[in-house]
């Protein structure tokens, strides 16, 4: 079965930084555009970046462009999010979602001084 495994998460002064890591399993991984997606306490589900099945793609939210950058080991099956400069409001839950829509548990980013 399909497994996503995010990690990385935890508290950050504003303007700090943090890489999230998400392993994956249970699909063919190198074939599968990858996303993370966020939500933040009392809201939806918020699109942040896609990249293509071999890495050379990537798109971001413009709220994250510039500040945020994903990229992928295909070789380890996993995906990254590093985040720098980050504001209060990218606290949020963080999730790896494939490109079926299958989603991992979560890592917890808090942004707070």
Do not use: H
Not at 52 to 73: E, H, L, M
Not at 82 to 98: F, G, R
């Amino acid at each position: 079965q399909v497994q996503l495994v995010e990690s990385g998460g935890g508290l950050v002064q504003p303007g700090g930084s943090l890489t999230l890591s998400c392993v994956a399993s249970g699909f063919r991984f190198s074939d599968s555009t990858m996303s993370w997606v966020r939500q933040a306490p009392g809201k939806g589900l918020e699109w942040v970046s896609a990249i293509s099945s071999g890495g050379a793609g990537t798109t971001y939210a413009d709220s994250v462009k510039g500040r945020f950058t994903i990229f992928r080991d295909n070789a380890k099956k996993s995906l990254f999010l590093q985040m720098n400069n980050l504001k209060p409001e990218d606290t949020a839950v963080y999730y790896c979602q494939n490109g079926a829509g299958s989603r991992g548990q979560g890592t917890q980013v808090t942004v707070s001084s």
